[in-house]
């Protein structure tokens, strides 16, 4: 037989069927890949929200501190002036 010959008959042949097994492990593969890509969308997500809660957090710990500094420094006023001379 000639290297044409074998190449026809080679070409004639159909593609095997498709493994089922094949494509329901590249289904379950898609299904995680889908479920990996949700779960960092939600993870970037809480991140901004985080960040803007500390944000905000930090923001008011600092006004409430500044307000505890002020009442700290009258109070020390206050000491000073009724100390006995």
């Given at each position: 037989m000639t290297a044409a010959g074998?190449?026809?008959?080679?070409?004639?042949?159909?593609?095997p069927?498709?493994?089922p097994r094949l494509a329901a492990a590249e289904a379950r593969r898609r299904a995680a890949l889908e479920e990996v890509?949700?779960?960092d969308a939600q993870v970037e997500r809480l991140a901004r929200e985080l960040a803007?809660?500390?944000f905000r957090y930090?923001?008011?710990l600092?006004?409430?501190y500044a307000e505890l500094e002020r009442a700290e420094r009258l109070?020390?006023?206050i000491q000073v002036l009724e100390e006995p001379w």
């Amino acid at each position: 037989m000639t290297a044409a010959g074998r190449e026809r008959r080679l070409a004639a042949v159909p593609p095997p069927a498709p493994d089922p097994r094949l494509a329901a492990a590249e289904a379950r593969r898609r299904a995680a890949l889908e479920e990996v890509d949700a779960l960092d969308a939600q993870v970037e997500r809480l991140a901004r929200e985080l960040a803007e809660f500390s944000f905000r957090y930090e923001r008011g710990l600092v006004a409430g501190y500044a307000e505890l500094e002020r009442a700290e420094r009258l109070v020390h006023r206050i000491q000073v002036l009724e100390e006995p001379w």
